[in-house]
Each structure stands twice: as structure tokens, then as C-alpha cells.
């Protein structure tokens, strides 16, 4: 017979997270070497001598080898990784055109919410990345929470019609009563509108969304045989919260307080060692002593316990993720969870464990060497300017011999000599120097970073090749760095970046703006909501070759090749319209600037507007050319003919003057030969010559005639040109294909 389970109640659940809570590593009380070097740490990076630096003699040196890699290593990486302001990058799962927008939006409003909603975004996550460098583990968390602002605004004289405008708003209301003008006020057209005075109106400003929380290292628990969050059975977080912020947070439940428990209510139930690590180091190291009974009821405070716990609430013998809020034996809330939003970074890794070791752990021994060693110095030299005395209490007087002024007399019972006596310090070894510069070098090979790593080691320029060895040992470095980097990518912020999506997706409810490189736009929580769950995600780091030098690098290599690629005639098939633009896009947002101030985007609507607008300007301007060039050819034409007509009517005058004269001839022939005729008949003896015949009529013919076959003659030339320059065309063209070959 199969054995029922039996559902896990509220008490059951309460008594499992205490469990969980007491075999949980990470906290100060049963994590003692873990809470110890973060305290270490602590000390280590403010120069503080506590802990295991706290002096044994008179010199309380701190060595700055652990405070320098502290600093140093955050500032890489936060450079590396924070610099531009961007993260996320979700790449398409296909190539159609709405996966590629959509893993744009997304990726934009990521970025948008972790720099710019969260006002204290960038902060935030220095703070996360620093605390990888000197704890080791990191942890940071997210989630969704309602805020609002309310601004109050006055108007000592509103009409009705813009109080109505204002109130069309449903964020806007109004702060008690409203006040009718004494006297209406007549408008130029005559009118008179109603008229209200002394109006105060509340505006509520909704400012909700994903909000980034940093965890202390003694505040956050994990089940210990977990070696990620994501395996982990449980995972929680210990927090402070006064009564009153309980009451504000859940306030639809009939919560006695004074019921939670005395061990919940505890005024240093936070207490631990690290805590008090920081708070001395910050110059605050006053712990607050003051019991809760000399607090106002509503400010004492509570332990709250927040965690997610894998747990079969409903008996199906399967243990589903819970997101649990307790504070003592109280169950605050309680949701079923798909994932625990928790990203955790840690710089060096220990396989198969979840904590790691610290760029501080790697470098304490060195330090504390180093710290050694120093103090030695310090002390010698203190002693050799200060020295120590032996000295005969009853022959000294031991008060002027330890408080000496100028020409003072010490009275002595006996021979100074055998009363008062200096002893001299012991000469500092000869091997120190070269310790020090060891334990230097192992401090650099230890953890990387190194003043050659950062450009300040002025050795390498001594010999030739200066240039060569510093790229040289800062590429080596430089590897050793990025490969932190890549590890802090791969792991948190990846499970940031994709948290953060997530938790908006989910709980969008309105429409948000975001910034994208074009500009704002703006977001709807459906648009949002139909996002694909399945693109991948990059990360914007500045490192290898996705690093802005080498980025640069290539960018300039594609604006040689781009245009030597144009210059084929199949390149237009291939070659994206908008490359120059991306081009252009790519190198001014690698630059660091903002591209609105320079481009246009060529995709967007108004863009396109301006386009067609200067389209129909070029268009119009175009036709306006053509009929110019149509009129002048027209013009040409016309005068052509013109001068043709002309030249065809000289010729035609020419010819009819030519037969004019032809005619005017025969007719004066004639008139001669019948005068002469005359003169032949009245003279005696006298004889008529032979008339020549001559046939002008026959001449005038035949020169008609000659005309006639002149142009009959060039019309068949015409016609012969055009019909050999139509039967042209084609020899040419087969010619050409003969000769090609094909």
C-alpha cells in the first residue's frame, strides 16, 4: 500500500526554515572561518590594525597591499563592465523582423532599469562587484515594488475647464474643498466661466519597478550542500525592519506583534563581527546598546527572515519553489516562485563549492608579512631615535629621567655612569629590503594586479624595447583580469539581466518609457508581455574582443572595406541600404557619445517623412528641369525647322530668280532680235541675221527636272541610311555575342 505524504502545514514549514536557517552556511554563527576572513577583509582594506593585523609592539603600520587591490581591481572592473552604462543584450531567435525589434526593446529597457529607474543603479552594482573582490561572494537581489511620489500643486485661480483638463488625469485628485470666486470674470467674448480659487490638487506619480537590493555577507544563508543558487534547497536573507515598516508592508493582516517572538525582537539580533568590522573602519564603531524598551513601540525592530525554500506545501510528494517572508513563528507571506532572484559574483572559484576565495584572501599572507615587516622598520627606527634606558632606581630619579627638558640636571647617588645606561636597537637584517620586494612580487603574481598592469612601472623604459615589454606584461595582466570579468559575466549578471526581464514582465502594469540610442520611447506591459521567453542574452562587457579597442578596430577596418565592396556591380544585391548608417551608429555609440545627437535614424517614421518630403521637392524640382530641357528642345527644334524652312525658302527664291532670269533672258532675246529685225526692214541693202534658237522653255524644264531628281536622289540616300542602321544593330549585337564566345 502506498504510504500517503502528508502536506507540509504552517508550523512544519516554520520549523524547516529555522533548520534550514541553522545548517545554512554564510552567516556569522556557523560560518566562522568564512565570517573571519570577511572580518580580515574588513580590516585589510581600511588600514585598520585589527583582527589579525592588531599590533604586538609599538607600530600599528598597516601594509596597503590588500586596500590597493581593493581599489584597484574595482575600478577595473567596474570600468570594464559598468562603463557604458550597458549589460543586457538579447540577440533574436530568428532573423525575422519582430525577434530582432524585440531583443532590442528588451535589451534596452534592462539597460534603462539598471542605470536610470534605479536611481542608484550604477552604485549599486559597484557596491556588488566590490564586495566580490574583497568577501569573495557577492550577492544581490531584485524584485518588484510599488512606489509612488505625490507632488502638491497650488493654483490661486482655476477655471472650470482647465480644472476639468487636470482632473481628466486619474492620478490627479483634489486636496479638500473647492472655493467659488466671489466675483465671475467676463471673458473678451463675453463670457463668463466659472471660476474657483485657493486650489490645491495632489498628483500621484507612479515610480514602481524592478529595484535592485545589496546584501551584507552575514545577512545572506544558502543550504550547504548547494553549489549555485539555483540547486540550492534554500536560500535566505536576514533583514532588520521595524514594527512600523511590518504594519505599512502588510497591512491587510491582522498581525500582533508582540506575539512574533522575544528572540525576533531582539535589538542586535543582526550583531555579528563583520558588521562591527565595517562599522569600525567607517569611524562608527559604536554598537547601539540601548534595549527596545527605551524605543517607541513603533520603531522597535524585528528580525525578519526573507527566503526561498523548496518545500511539498500540497502533498503531491513534489517540493515546489516558496518565497517566504517570516519574522519569528509569524508567516508573512508566502508565493509560489519560478526562480530565486539572487545573483551572486566570486572572483576565484573553488570547483563544485559555492564559496570562493577573495582577491584579499588570495594576497592576506603577503599583506600580513608585509605588515610585519614594515612595523619592524617603523619600530627600529623608533627606538633608534627615541632609544631605552637602564636605569638604577636608587641612584635615579626615574620621573626627570623619563620627562627630560633642555638643560636640565638630573641628580644622580652615585656615578652616572653605573646609574643610567642606553641600550642600542638591533641592526635591521640585510635581507629585509630584498623580503620586501619579494613579498611584492608575490602579491602581483598572487593576484594580477600589478604597477605594470596599470602602466606605473617606470623599469621597463630603462632598456630598449620599453614599449614592447610594457604591452607585453600588460596583455599577461590583462588576461588575468578579464578573465574575472568574464566570470562575473557569465554567472550574475547574466542572472541579473535575465531576473530583471522577468520580474517586468510580470508585473508591468502600466505604460514605461525607456532609452533606447534613437531616443525615448515608450513601453506597454502587453508589448511586453508577448516578448518571446526564449533569446539569448549577451553581456556588454568591455573586454576581448567585444572590448571598445578592439571594437574600434574593426569598425575602421569596415569603412575601408565597405566602400571597395561597393564597387561591384553584384553588390547591391548583397549590401544592406542602411550599412553606411549602422556604420556610422556603431562608431559614434563605441565613441561613447550619443548618436541622436548626430544621425538620424533612416528607419523611423519621421525620418521617412522628411524623405518623402524632400522625394517630392527633388521630384518636383526634376520635372520642373525636364520641361526646361523639353521647352529648350522644343526651342531647338522650332529653330532648327525655322532655319531649315528658311534655308529651303532661299533655295526656293534662288530658284525661282534663277528662272525668273532664265525667262527675263528669252524675253530681252527676243525684244533685241526684233528690234534688230525692225531696224533690217527700214534699212536699204541691209540683211537680218540668223536667229540663234535658243529653247528657254527646254531649259526651264530640264532645271525643274534636275531639281525634281536632286530630291529624289537624297530621299533614297535618307532612306538607304536608315535602313543600314537598322540592319546595324543586330550585326553589332551578334558580333559581340560571336566574339565573347558564346
Same mark, same amino acid.
Given at each position: ?241 521595524? %514594527? ?33 568590522? %565595517? ?71 573553488? /570547483? ?63 656615578? /652616572? ?7 642600542? /636597537? ?28 596599470? &602602466? ?225 526692214? &527700214? ?24 531639281? %525634281? ?34
Amino acid at each position: 500500500m502506498k504510504k500517503k505524504i502528508e502536506k507540509i502545514d504552517d508550523d512544519m514549514l516554520i520549523q524547516s526554515i529555522d533548520r534550514h536557517m541553522r545548517n545554512a552556511t554564510g552567516g556569522n554563527t556557523n560560518s566562522s572561518d568564512v565570517s573571519k576572513r570577511r572580518e580580515n577583509a574588513v580590516y585589510e582594506m581600511s588600514l585598520e590594525a585589527q583582527g589579525d593585523l592588531k599590533p604586538q609592539g609599538v607600530s600599528s603600520i598597516v601594509s596597503s597591499d590588500s586596500a590597493e587591490i581593493a581599489e584597484g581591481y574595482t575600478a577595473l572592473l567596474t570600468k570594464l563592465l559598468l562603463d557604458n552604462n550597458k549589460l543586457a543584450l538579447f540577440t533574436p531567435y530568428s532573423n525575422e523582423m519582430a525577434a530582432v525589434k524585440a531583443s532590442q526593446v528588451a535589451s534596452d529597457v534592462v539597460n534603462y532599469c539598471l542605470f536610470n529607474s534605479n536611481p542608484d543603479g550604477w552604485s549599486k552594482l559597484s557596491t556588488w562587484i566590490k564586495s566580490a573582490v574583497v568577501f569573495g561572494n557577492s550577492a544581490l537581489t531584485w524584485g518588484w515594488e510599488e512606489d509612488y511620489d505625490y507632488i502638491v500643486e497650488e493654483y490661486e485661480e482655476v477655471q472650470q475647464e482647465v480644472l476639468d483638463q487636470l482632473l481628466s488625469d486619474e492620478n490627479v485628485e483634489i486636496i479638500g474643498d473647492l472655493t467659488l470666486a466671489e466675483e465671475d470674470i467676463m471673458q473678451a467674448d463675453g463670457t463668463t466661466p466659472v471660476t474657483f480659487i485657493d486650489v490645491r490638487l495632489r498628483r500621484k506619480i507612479d515610480k514602481s519597478g524592478v529595484k535592485l537590493r545589496t546584501i551584507p555577507p552575514e545577512s545572506f544563508l544558502i543550504d550547504r550542500a548547494a553549489s549555485s543558487v539555483t540547486d540550492a534547497t534554500f536560500v535566505g536573507i536576514v533583514t532588520e525592519m521595524t %514594527r512600523s515598516d511590518i504594519r505599512r508592508t502588510w497591512s491587510d493582516l491582522d498581525l500582533d506583534l508582540n506575539e512574533i517572538g522575544e528572540e525576533a525582537t531582539t535589538r542586535n539580533s543582526s550583531f555579528s563581527y563583520e558588521a562591527f568590522a %565595517r562599522k569600525d573602519a567607517s569611524g562608527t564603531q559604536n554598537w547601539l546598546t540601548n534595549s527596545d524598551s527605551d524605543e517607541e513601540e513603533a520603531n522597535m525592530s524585528i528580525t525578519v527572515i526573507e527566503c526561498w525554500i523548496r518545500s511539498d506545501r500540497d502533498g503531491d510528494g513534489i517540493a515546489e519553489l516558496k518565497h517566504v517572508i517570516k519574522a519569528g513563528d509569524t508567516i508573512l507571506s508566502e508565493d509560489d516562485v519560478a526562480y530565486v532572484p539572487v545573483a551572486v559574483l566570486n572572483p576565484i572559484e573553488i /570547483p563544485h563549492e559555492f564559496y570562493g576565495l577573495s582577491l584579499l584572501d588570495m594576497a592576506r599572507p603577503q599583506t600580513q608579512a608585509t605588515t610585519a615587516i614594515l612595523r619592524g622598520f617603523v619600530e627600529n627606527v623608533y627606538f633608534g631615535n627615541y632609544g631605552r634606558t637602564l636605569a638604577d632606581p636608587n641612584v635615579v630619579d626615574f620621573q626627570a629621567l623619563q620627562n627630560p627638558v633642555p638643560k636640565q640636571i638630573i641628580p644622580t647617588n652615585g656615578n /652616572p655612569a653605573a646609574a643610567v645606561q642606553q641600550l642600542q /636597537p638591533e641592526p635591521m637584517s640585510a635581507g629585509t629590503s630584498g623580503m620586501l620586494e619579494f613579498l611584492g612580487l608575490q602579491k602581483e603574481q598572487s593576484t594580477g594586479l600589478s604597477k605594470t598592469a596599470m &602602466g606605473l612601472n617606470d623599469t621597463l623604459y630603462v632598456s630598449g624595447n620599453s614599449e614592447q615589454k610594457m604591452a607585453g606584461a600588460q596583455n599577461a595582466a590583462q588576461i588575468r583580469v578579464e578573465h574575472i570579468a568574464r566570470r562575473f559575466v557569465e554567472t550574475g549578471i547574466k542572472d541579473l539581466c535575465r531576473g530583471v526581464l522577468r520580474e517586468m514582465k510580470s508585473n508591468l502594469k502600466n505604460p514605461s518609457m525607456y532609452k533606447t540610442d534613437k531616443g525615448y520611447a515608450s513601453l506597454t506591459p502587453q508589448e511586453l508581455q508577448t516578448m518571446p521567453a526564449n533569446m539569448d542574452l549577451d553581456v556588454q562587457a568591455n573586454i576581448g574582443e567585444n572590448s571598445n579597442f578592439s571594437v574600434a578596430e574593426k569598425l575602421m577596418q569596415l569603412t575601408q572595406l565597405l566602400p571597395q565592396m561597393a564597387q561591384s556591380p553584384t553588390s547591391q544585391a548583397y549590401i544592406n541600404p542602411l550599412s553606411s548608417y549602422n556604420l556610422a551608429l556603431d562608431i559614434v555609440k563605441n565613441m561613447g557619445m550619443d548618436p541622436t545627437r548626430f544621425l538620424n535614424d533612416p528607419t523611423g517614421e519621421e525620418f521617412q517623412q522628411e524623405q518623402q518630403k524632400a522625394m517630392q521637392k527633388k521630384k518636383q524640382k526634376q520635372d520642373l528641369m525636364d520641361e526646361a530641357e523639353q521647352a529648350a528642345i522644343k526651342l531647338d527644334i522650332s529653330t532648327k525647322e525655322a532655319n531649315i524652312s528658311l534655308v529651303k525658302a532661299e533655295a526656293d527664291n534662288k530658284k525661282i530668280d534663277n528662272k525668273r532670269q532664265l525667262l527675263q533672258a528669252n524675253d530681252e532675246s527676243n525684244r533685241e532680235w526684233a528690234a534688230l529685225a525692225v531696224k533690217a526692214q &527700214g534699212t536699204e541693202g541691209a540683211s537680218l541675221p540668223e536667229k540663234i534658237p535658243a529653247d528657254f522653255l527646254t531649259l526651264y524644264q530640264d532645271t525643274e527636272e534636275s531639281e %525634281r531628281m536632286q530630291e529624289e536622289q537624297q530621299m533614297m540616300m535618307q532612306q538607304q541610311e536608315q535602313m543600314m542602321q537598322q540592319q546595324g544593330a543586330p550585326n553589332a549585337e551578334q558580333n559581340n555575342v560571336n566574339s565573347s564566345g558564346y
